[in-house]
């Protein structure tokens, strides 16, 4: 899983069943958890997902889920503003 992550491209089904490519902006590893910042291919102005990495990321057995608790989704969704930020000062 973590591999197809780095690779750039992830497809999301929604509830209704509908699929939806997405980009990997990054992937980041934060308190022992890996979390990633994707960008819908169909919609790119879109807010990027933010989103959990669960379950053994070196194998085939991860999956993606929200993030329910508000003071961690806070917590990447700063973490990922500063590594997007270091980024861009350095282009």
């Not at 899983?1 to 934060?30: C, K, N, W």
């Not at 790119?44 to 989704?73: H, Q, Y």
């Amino acid at each position: 899983m973590l591999d197809d992550l780095l690779q750039g491209y992830v497809l999301l089904t929604d509830e209704a069943g509908q699929e939806e490519e997405y980009q990997v902006l990054r992937v980041l590893e934060m308190e022992g958890l890996h979390y990633v910042l994707l960008r819908s291919e169909a919609q790119p102005l879109e807010e990027p997902l933010i989103l959990r990495v669960e379950g053994d990321v070196e194998g085939d057995e991860a999956t993606l889920s929200g993030i329910d608790d508000d003071d961690e989704w806070e917590r990447v969704a700063e973490a990922f503003d500063t590594l997007m930020f270091e980024l861009d000062d350095q282009s």
